[in-house]
């Protein structure tokens, strides 16, 4: 089996207001299989709620770290839009 490939994207240097924007259009960027480890320095609370409205059947979401100062989340892609 052939290892994924992971996109690390370090968003801690985003503005709030940028983040969600610029981890949608990287996503949607990826092939099918490819991994987007994403890196907050807080919690993303609304990601995975924005993730199930936008991009519903798309994504696997797995979290890697938990904070207290860093929060990884793994955004592998599953399928792409019809």
Sequence with gaps: MTEATIIDFDVRELGLQERHTAIFARF???RIGEILRLIF?????LLPYQLLIERPGLYELESERQGPETWVIRLRKTASER
């Design 28 to 30: 949607d960027m990826l």
């Design 41 to 45: 320095d807080q919690q993303p609370r």
